[in-house]
């Protein structure tokens, strides 16, 4: 088994054979999941904090059951309502937490690089669950997980990844995995919604949709922040769904056997027609959120195991 | 024992055999929480998630005591901030949320009939914690539990329920229930608080306290809303409580050994004058409190039990 | 062992060998925590209850880990978005809450009292995480154990506590606890900042900084609350910092090897500058943090250990 991180910050510094490794255990999980099967052993002693200084209902419960599963005391600390309000810094928002011992601390933060930052200041092991429009890589590896579950394996496909990329983290962290397993990756948007570092990324480009799903094996749709269209980002809803929302018609030109993807929460008939997202054929769109308390699992486990390796040979000085 | 629901959605679709079954099990657990003595066995690795789409302080803390006392893994997810805000179907968040693998889901909802839906979407058992002005029938059975207790029996009591019954699920429940069970029930209230279809409920109609309460066993007070007084459903407070709120007085007309119910949260002085709520002789209105939550043990006990054995049987499908 | 108490509702009537034989324990928990050891029979089978009347995530998730690795179950209760705003009493909030049977009740609330009115209406032990202007006894005993391991010894210290003494409790627990145990406690604040009833305090008053240093083993700062500013209690934040904040300079009155204590979150440039809050041979403020955790639970023990016996003994009725 490999997988060396203390952290799990980003795709970027994931070697290949991590994030098989990781993904493999997120497998054994998924599978005592679906049995009802626990291993409370697995973080008995351990306190998890969930720390969200932007409110996220669905991950954080993912992060919240896949550490109760493995038997983590599991705390959450909402931060809107909390001394950040009262104009404490990060980091000293991160010492005080540290000074309470936790063993694994989940953060979501509005600003790319904030969780990093964070993970620099305590002696626990830290999972980005978001950071600004940088890296979410749990989603990323719980979308790896779903297509290789769908595919059979996670390389050598042609992956397609269709709307508001820009502004998204989802994306960012797809492009670096995808890329690093050896897949195709394309993205598909419109000009505006196209980062501007597109030519560094090492993907291919389309503002079409038929031409950008032009015989892909996977069909990755993003959401649309409804804050974009009063950024004057995207005309309309309607003219938005006419263009790059996913249809049957659209869906046609990706291969027969084509999966469809969607991170959640959907905006039907703006990205995607409900009839696609329900296809129970082609869509895996629960298969996602299924794999994503899986993966969380692993990535946990892992990490926590790191960390006991790394307490007990003395490298990490508990205050 | 008998006891074949999926679900709890209702007091409609439940057998008087059925709500017997319920309360004699109630019974026992309210006896194990005066002794302070959990069964943390009997939803052991069992994920229970509380999913409030209306905030309920009480109703959420007596479910989430109840599901730990029986040792699940709680998990309370605030739909006011999640989500559906962001413009998710319903059906979409129960989807996202079967894909996790809850065992036991206890749903309140603004809308009548919602939770039912959802129910109809996952694979684990769902108890409905009030759905609009549909139901809520833990309230009804923890009022049936109290009364049943005080009184020895629960069947040919006359039972008077007090004040805005037309908007109120509590009513509805406890008037099907009770109705079950072979009471003479009672409605009182202003005309504008009286639902329209109450000729077809079986029950007597009063729109004058001292008539209505003559002779009573039972005098269930409802919480007035404070936002029926600005619709205009009531001329002010001071007239209101002066006509229906329960004091001494009126009280008086009931039977010598007459219980005084409320389901809370009371407004002193509106509904009830505060000498009676805290009469210990007549209120029971710290006891349903105390039956809420064993009567959401009971209830999750049963659930649970019907869960594994359909999952034992294959007919429940996991995923 | 001496600590007799049912509750922890202030300073005030503990007894000097009550706060020792609590800071003792403390100190035990301290040492468990650092090495990842939880005692999860402490508190086994029991319900912990955390009621914020108002927000702190800091000082209630403080209580909630103490609580997790004691191994109750525990529960918060965000009474923001409660009852309360439905209108009902407090002692019915209390009467409800105590009908649920649980064993330990941390409250916040903002007025001063209403947290020992609440313990007198209930049947468990109850602690006050802070209540208006009055107590926070939890924090002033997390000081107490912060000195006692810095300095080694609670007694014969001079301590100056600097800042907004007026509007905090945590400056009139700090004082009642300091002065018990025999140490010398001045008061370094503006006149408008400064308590009207200071003379009754048996302290020294000082309103300029360097004089009111000078010498002195302990550095106590107090969080400013924005909201004085608005108050006109000071003229502004810079001109606040250039007379009361500590920086070096002011530090060098103190002994050369005084601690620096604050209670958190801090203004960075208001009331404290950030290179003294970041000097590790000064500042215990993370100490004092971690120390929070180890008072908490200590406290929960002993109040635990008494209502059982209370229980035992038949002293306290469950229902």
């Given at each position: 088994?490999?997988?060396?991180?203390?952290?799990?910050?980003?795709?970027?510094?994931?070697?290949?054979?991590?994030?098989?490794?990781?993904?493999?255990?997120?497998?054994?999980?998924?599978?005592?999941?679906?049995?009802?099967?626990?291993?409370?052993?697995?973080?008995?002693?351990?306190?998890?904090?969930?720390?969200?200084?932007?409110?996220?209902?669905?991950?954080?419960?993912?992060?919240?059951?896949?550490?109760?599963?493995?038997?983590?005391?599991?705390?959450?600390?909402?931060?809107?309502?909390?001394?950040?309000?009262?104009?404490?810094?990060?980091?000293?928002?991160?010492?005080?937490?540290?000074?309470?011992?936790?063993?694994?601390?989940?953060?979501?933060?509005?600003?790319?690089?904030?969780?990093?930052?964070?993970?620099?200041?305590?002696?626990?092991?830290?999972?980005?669950?978001?950071?600004?429009?940088?890296?979410?890589?749990?989603?990323?590896?719980?979308?790896?997980?779903?297509?290789?579950?769908?595919?059979?394996?996670?390389?050598?496909?042609?992956?397609?990844?269709?709307?508001d990329?820009a502004h998204?983290?989802?994306?960012?962290?797809?492009?670096?995995?995808?890329?690093?397993?050896?897949?195709?990756?394309?993205?598909?948007?419109?000009?505006?919604l196209?980062?501007?570092?597109?030519?560094?990324?090492?993907?291919?480009?389309?503002?079409?949709?038929?031409?950008?799903?032009?015989?892909?094996?996977?069909?990755?749709?993003?959401r649309l922040q409804k804050e974009r269209m009063d950024g004057g980002f995207i005309?309309?809803e309607?003219?938005?769904?006419?263009?790059?929302?996913?249809?049957?018609?659209?869906?046609?030109?990706?291969?027969?056997?084509?999966?469809?993807?969607?991170?959640?929460?959907?905006n039907?008939?703006v990205?995607?027609?409900?009839?696609?997202?329900?296809?129970?054929?082609?869509?895996?769109?629960?298969?996602?959120?299924?794999?994503?308390?899986?993966?969380?699992?692993?990535?946990?486990?892992?990490?926590?195991?790191?960390?006991?390796?790394?307490?007990?040979?003395?490298?990490?000085?508990?205050?």
């Amino acid at each position: 088994m490999t997988f060396n991180a203390a952290h799990l910050l980003g795709i970027e510094h994931l070697h290949p054979t991590e994030i098989t490794t990781l993904l493999d255990l997120a497998d054994h999980y998924a599978e005592q999941n679906r049995k009802g099967i626990q291993s409370k052993d697995v973080l008995a002693g351990m306190t998890q904090v969930n720390m969200f200084f932007e409110n996220s209902t669905r991950t954080q419960s993912s992060f919240e059951l896949a550490g109760k599963r493995l038997g983590a005391d599991v705390m959450n600390m909402s931060m809107a309502t909390s001394s950040v309000k009262k104009g404490e810094t990060l980091i000293d928002t991160a010492l005080t937490l540290n000074a309470m011992h936790p063993d694994i601390l989940v953060v979501r933060h509005g600003s790319a690089g904030a969780v990093s930052l964070l993970s620099q200041k305590v002696n626990c092991a830290v999972l980005n669950a978001g950071d600004g429009r940088h890296e979410h890589p749990t989603q990323a590896l719980l979308d790896a997980l779903t297509i290789r579950r769908a595919k059979g394996r996670l390389h050598r496909l042609s992956i397609a990844i269709c709307g508001d990329i820009a502004h998204s983290r989802v994306a960012r962290s797809n492009i670096m995995l995808l890329g690093k397993m050896e897949n195709r990756v394309r993205l598909i948007a419109p000009p505006t919604l196209m980062p501007s570092e597109v030519s560094e990324l090492g993907v291919e480009v389309y503002d079409d949709m038929r031409e950008g799903l032009k015989d892909v094996d996977v069909v990755m749709m993003l959401r649309l922040q409804k804050e974009r269209m009063d950024g004057g980002f995207i005309p309309s809803e309607r003219e938005y769904f006419h263009r790059y929302g996913l249809d049957a018609e659209k869906l046609s030109y990706a291969k027969d056997d084509a999966i469809v993807m969607h991170p959640g929460p959907m905006n039907r008939g703006v990205e995607i027609d409900g009839s696609i997202a329900d296809d129970i054929n082609r869509s895996v769109i629960q298969t996602q959120v299924e794999m994503g308390v899986a993966v969380r699992m692993a990535a946990m486990d892992l990490l926590a195991r790191n960390l006991r390796e790394r307490r007990a040979a003395g490298q990490v000085v508990t205050v």
